[in-house]
């Protein structure tokens, strides 16, 4: 936390080093980031958003979305951007493109990004079909172009259900490890030349003189970010995962054993003239902690991660005479080839200039806070796992994207208002893994499952055809919690959800969903859906004041008890069944609506509450 700095500010002593840095980011460059589309913003975009998935801070959204509608006209064209120079640059800011279509659903965002999309497709290639970077760097493959395009890349063929387009993301990594992997040191080099005929080409490898750290930092941040979307079933899923174990090593045995740090260009270390870089070294971090909390790199790997974080934090943060934050030792650019031309020598990285306040330094930086940040809370639910059902609640639609039908409605994946992919991510975050799952529930389900939710079961005018709670799913799901399962029901209220199933399964643990509306809400009236909460109240021991409307009241009997009232009415309830928990409300409540803070004043902490229910439900 940046407390920990002497002589800050006490408006900031309660922020994390990355929310610090973004408080610069968004007062330094308040209207707009840059003139021009390109990747610098996309690289901040994603530390942005990290830290509104692990604080629900609108303002991080919010800042997005300004920034992007400054260039994305309402029918999809981009300012600035050209598709003809087939830069792959320019396909960077695609991850926030398709982030804020997700969110808002608004066209124009997904519009601009098959734009981006399109580009891909005529992007020209090398003969066994890797990427060049730029259409006037013909032949070549940099590793920055990995990073630059792959996530996009992976995050669009995962939105539309494209599953092919997966065996070309691998491939990209896979050309550019074979071609530009040094076997002795295990690095790679900035960047090949298939013609060899650039002079900074080696001429029988084709591969540029050196090892650049920020090119390598590219790499090994475009292979978690892809992870991230990959599909398990896919073959070469493997490959990437070995691919990043290599990576991550090599990158480890050059890491400064005294600071922590890596240097600008890697293969010559305290050589005169060579120096720590700040965005290598931000990228090298994130990478092996982002590898090690998706479980493709071995916790093993996390010591190198914790030093490097913070021999960063000592070298290159300072603060400003306003209490803002600042990150020092970033090189601006280093390439290879142009006008004036760059062959890629020791000499020539080191002319490059080294800066403060680099928006590709200070984008890594923010993401990897964020990272580092999950860090600490990750033992708490290690090797427990939520399951949440998709059987009893069954809602299916059309989607645009894909052209096809989906699931929709409190779900993992889902990250608009009616999603709960927040919730996940909180789970995540204190190490929970989440799954789901659109079957009947069976024994051997549940037996992967330290938690289960049941949220909001369909009425027929929300599935024709809907799934009801029936005898042997209370026996097989009672008995489930008596051997120590913890049970989620969340319910909705009247005429929003079904009641009479649902109530056979919850009366087996004292509990019944009163078919009502409480809490009900006009218009913006947020205040009307308000529910303050006691200091010694069991579950949230922070969180002040919640937001939930129109809900089912609880009626309750033993073993159930109240852990939440309002008016002398039940709003949450929790009962010790056999070795097992159960919590409940009448409400699906935590989906993103309430917690996203898009929408709900900032004095309501209901984004508090799902960090604090999940830690609880971990405990039980």
Not at 57 to 66: L, S, T
Not at 97 to 109: F, S
Not at 325 to 340: C, F, I, K, Q
Not at 504 to 514: E, K, R, S, V
């Amino acid at each position: 936390m940046i407390c920990c700095a002497a002589g800050v500010s006490k408006a900031q002593q309660n922020l994390s080093y990355g929310e610090a840095m973004a408080k610069t980011v968004m007062t330094v460059w308040k209207d707009s980031l840059a003139r021009v589309w390109t990747y610098d913003q996309g690289v901040v975009y994603g530390g942005l958003e990290a830290l509104w998935k692990n604080t629900g801070n609108a303002d991080y959204f919010n800042y997005i979305q300004k920034n992007i509608d400054h260039y994305v006209n309402d029918d999809g064209t981009i300012k600035t951007y050209d598709k003809e120079k087939y830069n792959i640059d320019n396909i960077k800011n695609g991850n926030a493109l398709l982030m804020l279509y997700n969110v808002t659903g608004k066209e124009k965002y997904f519009k601009a990004a098959s734009l981006l999309r399109e580009q891909l497709r005529e992007q020209p290639r090398t003969h066994e079909g890797g990427f060049w970077h730029k259409k006037v760097y013909p032949w070549q493959m940099w590793l920055d172009g990995l990073y630059m395009g792959e996530p996009f890349y992976a995050m669009y063929a995962q939105r539309v259900q494209d599953d092919t387009a997966f065996n070309d993301i691998a491939s990209q990594f896979i050309f550019m490890e074979k071609h530009s992997r040094d076997t002795k040191t295990g690095l790679l080099y900035h960047g090949w030349d298939e013609s060899k005929e650039q002079q900074w080409a080696n001429k029988e490898t084709g591969t540029s003189p050196n090892f650049w750290g920020r090119a390598m930092g590219w790499y090994g941040m475009a292979l978690v970010d892809v992870l991230q979307y990959f599909p398990d079933d896919n073959p070469h899923k493997k490959e990437l995962v070995d691919i990043l174990n290599r990576f991550a090593a090599a990158v480890v045995k050059v890491q400064d054993d005294k600071t922590g740090l890596w240097w600008d260009v890697l293969n010559f270390p305290n050589r005169q003239g060579n120096y720590f870089e700040a965005s290598a070294s931000c990228m090298f971090v994130y990478a092996l902690a982002k590898g090690t909390r998706l479980g493709y790199l071995p916790s093993s790997y996390l010591p190198a991660a914790e030093k490097g974080y913070k021999g960063i934090i000592k070298k290159f943060v300072v603060k400003d005479a306003n209490g803002l934050v600042h990150l020092d030792g970033t090189v601006s650019v280093s390439g290879l080839g142009g006008n004036p031309y760059r062959d890629g020598s020791y000499a020539y990285y080191l002319r490059e200039k080294v800066v403060r306040d680099d928006l590709k330094g200070v984008g890594a930086f923010i993401q990897m806070c964020a990272e580092m940040d999950m860090i600490p809370t990750m033992n708490l639910g290690k090797g427990k796992t939520v399951l949440l059902d998709g059987y009893f609640n069954h809602e299916k639609k059309y989607d645009a994207a894909s052209n096809d039908t989906i699931q929709y409605h409190y779900v993992w994946n889902e990250d608009d208002n009616n999603g709960y992919s927040l919730l996940g991510h909180v789970f995540n975050k204190y190490g929970v893994a989440t799954t789901f799952s659109a079957e009947k529930p069976t024994a051997a389900i549940l037996s992967k499952a330290s938690m289960y939710i049941i949220v909001d079961p369909d009425t027929p005018k929300e599935n024709p055809n809907p799934n009801y709670i029936q005898a042997d799913d209370i026996k097989l799901i009672s008995d489930w919690v008596k051997q120590g399962g913890t049970l989620l029901l969340l319910g909705n209220d009247s005429g929003n959800a079904e009641f009479e199933h649902f109530n056979n399964l919850a009366a087996t643990f004292g509990i019944h969903f009163n078919e009502g509306s409480y809490n009900r809400v006009t218009g913006a009236q947020f205040e009307m859906g308000a529910i303050n909460i006691n200091a010694n109240n069991p579950i949230f021991k922070s969180t002040k004041k919640i937001y939930i409307k129109e809900l089912s009241t609880l009626q309750l009997q033993s073993p159930a008890k109240a852990v939440l009232t309002k008016e002398d009415k039940n709003i949450m309830a929790v009962a010790k069944y056999g070795k097992g928990t159960v919590f409940a409300v009448g409400d699906p409540w935590l989906y993103n609506e309430y917690t996203n803070g898009r929408k709900l004043p900032k004095e309501f902490e209901n984004y508090k509450a799902a960090e604090e229910l999940a830690k609880w439900l971990i405990k039980q």
